[in-house]
């Protein structure tokens, strides 16, 4: 029941949407509902997965924030299989909130990120060299390009670059 209604909604959202999925829609949506700074999460998706909701990474991360089922499982408490992480809406959403979380154990969104991408425990690890860590880590990259995009007043989407393009030529 589950599986059929996930096809559903994948597929009248790409019907509806004319065969394209507007994931940073999705995920800035979410980041809001959860508390979390839209374009950082973005940029955690971005960087995660480049928008792609099927794709499978390192291990067995799944979807547009690469969760693992495990760790969604622990986010939605209940039991998550890897086929649901598939769905860009639920992905999006437990993603959001497990920033969340981490934002509320570390209190700083930079660690945030060093929690997101390394877990949980390496947020205190964190705490101890943070004058240490190295400059072109994936914390790193993504923290930048989230500073630039809420600092700068003009923010373009990855996705609408070419029709910003096409406007100005």
């Not at 508390?35 to 792609?52: A, D």
């Not at 004058?131 to 373009?156: D, G, S, V």
Request: proline share 5%.
């Amino acid at each position: 029941m589950k599986l059929t209604f996930t096809i559903f909604l994948l597929w009248s959202t790409l019907i509806f949407t004319g065969g394209t999925l507007n994931w940073e829609a999705i995920v800035q949506n979410a980041a809001v509902r959860n508390g979390v700074p839209p374009y950082l999460m973005s940029e955690v998706c971005f960087y995660e997965s480049s928008g792609r909701w099927w794709i499978h990474g390192k291990g067995d991360a799944v979807g547009l924030c690469q969760l693992r089922p495990k760790t969604a499982s622990e986010i939605a408490n209940r039991a998550i299989a890897p086929w649901e992480l598939m769905n860009p809406y639920l992905n999006a959403d437990l993603g959001a909130k497990y920033l969340a979380r981490m934002y509320r154990r570390s209190g700083f969104w930079f660690h945030t990120l060093v929690a997101y991408n390394g877990g949980p425990r390496s947020i205190s690890w964190q705490f101890q060299s943070a004058a240490e860590y190295p400059k072109h880590t994936y914390t790193h990259r993504i923290w930048h390009r989230w500073q630039w995009k809420k600092n700068n007043e003009l923010y373009i989407p990855e996705t609408r670059w070419l029709d910003f393009l096409a406007v100005l030529g």
